[in-house]
């Protein structure tokens, strides 16, 4: 019972942080579809992942499955867009953001998840760090073409009536 409260606790607590974004529609708008491309490049290492019997999560396959749609769609995507709004586009800050948070997820955070049952990750710590960091950079590359491809304009105020 406990690690389907913690899931369903990440979820509600990550989607309720998106209150505290300054300018919500436009920051959610604008990062919204780098979150989308990364939350499929993930999709895709679960995937690999529970073919290779890497990742482990008590309960079967409905269990896995409610898991990575909570935890993609809830904590990542909603970090994805915090990440990408704190470092304003800033390489430097954006790596050093994801470093840390991923040092962080790579480390303590799955061992917690292990202790507690929620899931298990049979890869090294240092290993899924180094894929979840170079997941960020291909993340940054992504947002850097998107905004060349579909450059952001400024949204028009509709005169008053």
Same mark, same amino acid.
């Given at each position: 019972?406990?690690?389907?409260? #913690?899931?369903?606790?990440?979820? =509600?607590?990550?989607? @309720? %942080?998106?209150?505290? +974004?300054?300018?919500?529609?436009? *920051?959610?708008?604008?990062?919204?579809? *780098?979150?989308?491309? %990364?939350?499929?490049?993930?999709?895709?290492?679960?995937?690999?992942?529970?073919?290779?019997?890497?990742?482990? *999560?008590?309960? $079967?396959?409905? !269990?896995?499955?409610?898991?990575?749609?909570?935890?993609?769609? $809830?904590?990542? =995507?909603?970090? !994805?867009?915090?990440?990408?709004?704190?470092?304003?586009?800033?390489?430097?800050?954006?790596?050093? #953001?994801?470093?840390? $948070?991923? +040092? /962080?997820?790579?480390?303590? @955070?799955?061992?917690?998840?292990?202790?507690?049952? @929620?899931?298990? #990750?049979? @890869?090294? %710590? %240092?290993?899924?760090? =180094?894929? /979840?960091?170079?997941?960020?950079?291909?993340?940054?590359?992504?947002?850097?073409?998107? &905004?060349?491809?579909?450059?952001?304009? &400024?949204?028009?105020?509709?005169?008053? &009536?």
């Amino acid at each position: 019972m406990l690690p389907v409260a #913690i899931r369903i606790l990440f979820f =509600l607590a990550s989607w @309720v %942080s998106v209150i505290l +974004l300054p300018n919500k529609k436009k *920051v959610f708008v604008k990062y919204l579809p *780098v979150s989308l491309f %990364s939350a499929m490049t993930v999709m895709c290492e679960i995937f690999y992942f529970t073919t290779k019997k890497l990742w482990k *999560v008590r309960g $079967g396959q409905k !269990n896995m499955t409610h898991t990575a749609f909570l935890l993609l769609f $809830g904590p990542y =995507l909603v970090m !994805n867009i915090w990440v990408f709004y704190l470092s304003k586009g800033r390489f430097l800050l954006y790596a050093l #953001i994801n470093f840390v $948070g991923d +040092l /962080i997820y790579a480390f303590p @955070v799955l061992a917690l998840f292990k202790k507690l049952d @929620v899931f298990k #990750i049979k @890869v090294k %710590s %240092s290993y899924f760090f =180094l894929l /979840i960091f170079a997941d960020a950079l291909l993340n940054y590359c992504f947002q850097k073409v998107f &905004e060349k491809i579909y450059p952001q304009q &400024e949204t028009k105020c509709l005169p008053e &009536e």
